[in-house]
């Protein structure tokens, strides 16, 4: 993640963030030294509240079809800088069915009317067989 501040980090930068996590996940976490560093350094690393925001919801979309462990959510798996920047380039992906593949079978050649003719007499007598077999083996 690249270097990308656009406002100074301070204490009422890394509040928003937090209270922006809470209200999202509906979690009510002091706000202690420990994670005021983890918070400080998410925002230094370049990520805002909206990148947040979308990884957020993107890992509540994952819950809710059992795709992702609810633990994700949890802040200190959460702001993992590098598991969060793969979450939030996974969240922009756009997932489109790929066209489906065309199979162009080798033309057949055209049966002659002979040919064709054979290939009817050929399973008349297949069916015939058939239903000999059927009356004979039916009591």
Same mark, same amino acid.
């Given at each position: 993640m690249t270097q990308?501040?656009?406002?100074?980090?301070?204490?009422?930068?890394? *509040? *928003?963030?937090? *209270?922006i996590y809470g209200q999202?996940?509906?979690?009510k976490l002091v706000l202690r030294?420990?994670?005021e560093r983890l918070w400080y350094d998410f925002l230094r690393a370049g990520f805002t509240v909206e990148h947040l925001a979308q990884v957020i919801r993107y890992l509540q979309k994952q819950i809710r079809h059992s795709r992702r462990n609810v633990g994700a959510?949890?802040?200190s798996n959460l702001?993992?800088?590098d598991r969060f920047e793969e979450d939030l380039n996974i969240s922009r992906v756009r997932l489109v069915p790929a066209?489906?593949?065309?199979?162009?079978a080798p033309p057949t050649p055209a049966a002659s009317a002979a040919e064709q003719a054979r290939g009817r007499q050929h399973a008349l007598e297949q069916l015939r067989q058939l239903r000999d077999k059927l009356r004979h083996d039916c009591p």
């Open positions: 990308r501040q656009s406002q100074p980090i301070d204490t009422v930068a890394i *509040q *928003q963030a937090h *209270q999202l996940t509906g979690q030294f420990d994670r959510l949890k802040l702001l993992q800088l066209p489906p593949a065309v199979i162009h």
